[in-house]
């Protein structure tokens, strides 16, 4: 789509179903492609986006390339474990990005595969997958200035947040649970950073996770009122709750 561009998806009477691949992008379902400022707005659950393909695909939603002021708001993506990615938006940057009120469901792999800066998520929800959000640069470069505000990462199998070298980066009440009751999705690490240079936390939490934070490289890494709870699981008891590897 063109600059400035509005795209709104209205409520379905049961869910959108995504049957097959895109014809220009094969492994992909849902391709966005703009010349920036594109709002993209849907209808949460009764416009939920599920994928039905008759084969496993890579990914449901693909950025392929790099675009700015990308705007999406209200949406309920559903992989439906049929691809790596619910959403696959790490190969280029996507700076000046905005996320309010999206859920990203079911992925094999990942469920929020991100490469951004200067970025603001707001209530956005990952289920399942072996990691729930991956935040990471391109070819290890940074992200920076990046705010997540009461993002939740619920029953990954790995890590709930997997993040990468992050510059002046803020997390405000955000939360990993793990399922207590069920073994499977005992989440084995909340909070991951590769580098994490003047990250601040605020108020995040853990729940069922075995480990709360590893930091393998830090430098003004600050944690306020951090928070867990049903640490360890009922084989393995707790070692540590964070590690700080080398300052």
Not at 102 to 109: A, D, E, L
């Amino acid at each position: 789509s063109g600059a400035g561009s509005k795209l709104f998806v209205p409520p379905a009477s049961n869910f959108y179903a995504i049957k097959s691949q895109h014809p220009l992008f094969p492994g992909h379902g849902l391709v966005v492609v703009s010349g920036g400022s594109l709002n993209l707005e849907g209808s949460l659950i009764p416009g939920r986006i599920v994928l039905d393909t008759p084969t496993n695909i890579t990914s449901l939603l693909y950025f392929p390339s790099a675009q700015e002021l990308i705007t999406i708001k209200n949406f309920w993506f559903d992989a439906n474990n049929k691809a790596d990615y619910v959403l696959k938006a790490n190969e280029q940057y996507q700076p000046f990005l905005t996320m309010e009120q999206v859920y990203f469901r079911q992925g094999i792999q990942t469920c929020c595969a991100l490469s951004t800066f200067v970025a603001t998520l707001t209530n956005v929800q990952t289920f399942r997958g072996q990691k729930g959000f991956e935040i990471k640069g391109i070819g290890g470069g940074p992200v920076t200035s990046t705010t997540l505000n009461a993002c939740y990462a619920l029953q990954a199998k790995q890590i709930g947040f997997d993040c990468g070298y992050l510059t002046y980066c803020t997390f405000n009440s955000c939360a990993v649970d793990g399922s207590t009751g069920n073994p499977a999705y005992h989440t084995e690490l909340a909070y991951s950073f590769t580098s994490a240079y003047g990250v601040t936390m605020n108020a995040c939490g853990s729940e069922g996770a075995k480990r709360h934070l590893k930091a393998e490289v830090y430098r003004g890494l600050s944690l306020f009122n951090p928070f867990m709870l049903s640490a360890g699981d009922a084989v393995t008891p707790v070692d540590y709750l964070i590690e700080l590897v080398g300052g």
